[in-house]
């Protein structure tokens, strides 16, 4: 969830930091009120466009440098394409991630990586993600000197995932993989802070 929406798996970061609610009678509904409270006074309308949205969460997170990342959370959050997000889009996603279970979880990560929605992920389309998750990271001081590069993450994730070998990754092998290999899983998450080596890799080798 892919946890973009997520800081260390607690927090939203969305102009004011928010805790996230959890599903304990009224104090859920008391903080998802609180998040619908932020929510309209940061967005009066009830409505975020993607301008409004990339500053909240570029103000939240490293700056700039999030900016493309956020363009891909917003448009995974626009469920009906029309180019804004309202809180009920918002709210649902949110809650998913936090309290779905992990092919759910890897269902809307998929939908993250599949950027024209054709049902498959290119090479290109996760490259492009991991290149803006690298950016981030970069900027946040969270890679190591000797980490893989966007592009040898990507591969590495390939060999491993595209089982059929047709250069295209289906849900079935995203959902597959990623439950099968705890690094995969952590770099499909798309965390800037899981952007990590296997402890069994050395240098820039990739398997």
Not at 48 to 77: D, K, M, P, W
Not at 105 to 122: H, Q
Not at 161 to 175: C, M, V, Y
Request: hydrophobic share 35%; net charge negative; glycine share 6%.
């Amino acid at each position: 969830m892919c946890h973009c929406l997520l800081y260390r798996g607690k927090q939203l970061r969305m102009g004011q930091t928010a805790t996230l609610p959890s599903r304990s009678g009224c104090t859920y509904v008391t903080q998802l009120y609180e998040w619908f409270r932020k929510f309209l006074n940061e967005c009066p309308s009830g409505l975020i466009t993607l301008h409004e949205f990339r500053r909240h969460f570029c103000n939240g997170t490293v700056g700039t440098e999030s900016a493309e990342y956020a363009e891909q959370i917003f448009r995974t959050l626009d469920n009906n394409e029309d180019g804004v997000v309202d809180f009920r889009e918002y709210a649902t996603a949110i809650s998913m991630l936090i309290e779905g279970s992990s092919v759910e979880k890897l269902r809307w990560s998929f939908r993250l990586y599949d950027k024209d929605k054709d049902g498959a992920i290119t090479r290109s389309e996760m490259l492009e993600i991991m290149q803006a998750v690298y950016k981030m990271s970069v900027a946040a001081s969270l890679t190591k000197p000797n980490s893989l590069t966007a592009e040898e993450c990507t591969n590495r994730i390939f060999v491993r995932l595209d089982k059929d070998n047709n250069a295209i990754i289906s849900l079935e092998e995203f959902i597959e993989g990623a439950l099968d290999d705890e690094w995969i899983r952590e770099m499909l998450e798309c965390d800037p802070n899981t952007v990590k080596v296997e402890k069994s890799l050395k240098g820039n080798s990739v398997v």
